[in-house]
């Protein structure tokens, strides 16, 4: 039996910047050591409200880039909205507010052993993991292209440098304020045919993660996408985070999005039989 | 150092320290392993076992409230044959001291639930867990019917025999709590666990209809530790005798220390880990010292001493 949380550690981390990027906070923090152990696709529970708080859950967040290089040493950048009071809080809070959190939490997305092309897509702010899976699979050598979505231009999160680490980048919006107007599932075949993509990596919204899903069982890909669905602990023991998910012997069960995943495998995911009583 | 005696017995059962976690808030003790010695602690109640895999509610199950959170999870659950050839022994070589807790549809299932636990070793304790709130039909709530208390505590008593200590788990959702107190200990039950989650609805003002896909869940956490300290000082009032393991909303040593001054002789800790994964050990730790503090000799002399007569009666 593998260890759960295997590289989990608690620690009091120092917010290093807190700067708003268009409707999100990049808020970078301080963690050491810890670092080298945070893959793309983990994520980090963090305490928020303080000591006096009437919040008294973690917050979970998905790890958009860590560098173990920085200035200050080993650091990690989140990409955070400001929609519950939880995030409200943490984008509230500025340089040198020490954090408590725990990292890195869930699965991380697997790289291929061969330097294959790859399609990442990524929907509102879900995109932020993507730019750190981007870099990863570039110096593997693999092909990688970029697909982002929104509703609207203003819930894109695209940084400049993001670019570099792929061959092409291209935003789809549902109001066409920003890029092409549409959704950005619907290039997906083609880009699969035309480049001969071997895995999908996705981010976002359940339904999206759904109809990437449908898109990648038609054309026979691998489709690795990172789930959201709402935590209390982040590290498997509330049981609240589940989604309903094929087993090998194909029957079905509520696994834990906080330890199974974020990172699953999208066609064993039973997208239609979320919410429902199994 | 302290020589304070810190340990806490249920029966025939002795812990080293009066700290667990509560049912259904460390799942199998497993995941918590990374952060602390699971044997650090006074012992892991597991998470409430059935006969059967159960695959538990519909989502979300999950709402966050005012210093608590509803949960409406269901038991779901690898069902007693998965759990006794996986979990329990894990548990055992990590030497933790274990109490298994076990809940059932009918007073039959508890029984045989306890039928194979009988011969298990390495257990401490069963926890017979009466009082889940999650569950489709309120009648089954045996918790809430004096009567059906008295038969489940009753049925396994009469199966495990004289050995191994049962610790009821109840409600705080009934009118007269000791009454219920009473019969489970007059069944052959060793020690209470008190108290269950009390039964709440979060309804969402976007989609205008009941939040949670079970509609009602359990409200855990800080917003319900003043109902937990008012049933453990009622129940010590009435059965002084019997231990209790205090629960509700712990989330520091003093609240520990409250619920022992109320009349618990040990407290699980539930929500707090779900915010904190070493909510245990700094829990466990801050308790000790405030007994020191205070000038006890033994978790024992503090157990209930908020109902000692007032100087001068």
Known sequence: MTLIN????QLHAPIVSNKRVGQYHQIIINIGEVAAT??????????????????VLRRAFAISRVSTSSAVGGTMELIVAPHGQGSKWLCQQGEGVVLDLVAPLGTAFGIPTEPVSVLLVGGGYGSAPLFGLAELLNARGCRVDMLLGASTGSKIYAPMEGKRSVNSMRIYTEDGSMGTAGRVTDPIPEIVRDLNVAVIYSCGPMPML??????????DVVHQCAVEESMACGIGICMTCVLPVENEDGTISNLRSCIDGPVMDGSKVQWDRVGEQL | MSTMDFSTTIGNAWFPAPTFTASGCASSGRELAQFFPLRDMGGVVTKSVMSKVRPGRPTPRMAETPSGMLNSIGLQGPGIDAFLAKDV??????????IVSIAGETIEEYSTLARKLRAVSGISAIEVNISCPNVENRGLVFACDPEASRRVI??????????LPIIAKLSPDVTDLVSIAKGVVDSGADGLALINTVLGMVINVDTMRPHLGGKTGGLSGPAIRPIAVRAVYQVHAALPQI???????????????????????????????????TAIMSIQNELKQLLIDRGFNSLKQAVGYAHRPTEGE
Request: proline share 5%; hydrophobic share 40%; charged share 20%.
């Open chain 2, 89 to 98: 022994p894990y548990l055992v070589e990590q030497k933790a001291r274990v």
């Open chain 1, 38 to 55: 945070c893959k793309p696709g983990n994520f980090v529970a963090i305490s928020v409200g303080g000591d006096s708080s009437r919040m």
């Open chain 2, 154 to 163: 009753d049925g396994v008593r009469r199966t495990i025999g004289g050995e």
């Open chain 2, 243 to 277: 231990p209790i393991i205090g629960m509700g909303g712990i989330a520091s040593g003093k609240d520990a220390l409250e619920m022992i001054l109320a009349g618990a002789s040990g407290v699980s800790i539930g929500t707090a880990s779900f915010g904190n994964p």
């Open chain 1, 210 to 219: 759904a109809a990437i899903t449908k898109i990648s069982n038609e054309l």
């Open chain 1, 6 to 9: 295997k590289n989990a550690k």
